[in-house]
Nanobody, 124 residues
Framework: VQLVESGGGLVQPGGSLRLSCAASGFTFRIYTLGWFRQAPGKERECAAAINGGTSSKDYADSVKRRFTISKDNAKNTLYLQMNSLKPEDTAVYFC??????????????????WGQGTQVTVSS
């Protein structure tokens, strides 16, 4: 199993970034997928998740109406479009996959596979 994130970088406040996560080694289309983030000194939190069974999406309150999670099953790729970025969005962003599909887990302990992370820095 492999999850490889890309697309992170330095962006000014108010700017946008699109993260990608290329997956292999498991049945991508049926897994629940999530984007987590972890800032220095803080716990890892789920920013967004997409359910493997229904494709319904859930977002943390802090990113609602700014971030959009999506996936392309043909390409085995997960995306996170981030708009109106704020300095508090600065973190390492991880993609993750969970075998749970009857609900959408938002806790890191419920995810089975993880990528190595990509740094997002929002600063002027």
């Amino acid at each position: 199993v492999q999850l490889v994130e890309s697309g992170g970088g330095l962006v000014q406040p108010g700017g946008s970034l699109r993260l990608s996560c290329a997956a292999s080694g498991f049945t991508f289309r049926i897994y629940t997928l999530g984007w987590f983030r972890q800032a220095p000194g803080k716990e890892r939190e789920c920013a967004a998740a997409i359910n493997g069974g229904t494709s319904s999406k859930d977002y943390a309150d802090s990113v609602k109406r700014r971030f959009t999670i999506s996936k392309d099953n043909a390409k085995n790729t997960l995306y996170l479009q981030m708009n109106s970025l704020k300095p508090e969005d600065t973190a390492v962003y991880f993609c993750a996959a969970s075998q749970k599909y009857w609900y959408t887990p938002m806790s890191s302990s419920e995810y089975n596979y993880w990528g190595q992370g990509t740094q997002v820095t929002v600063s002027s």
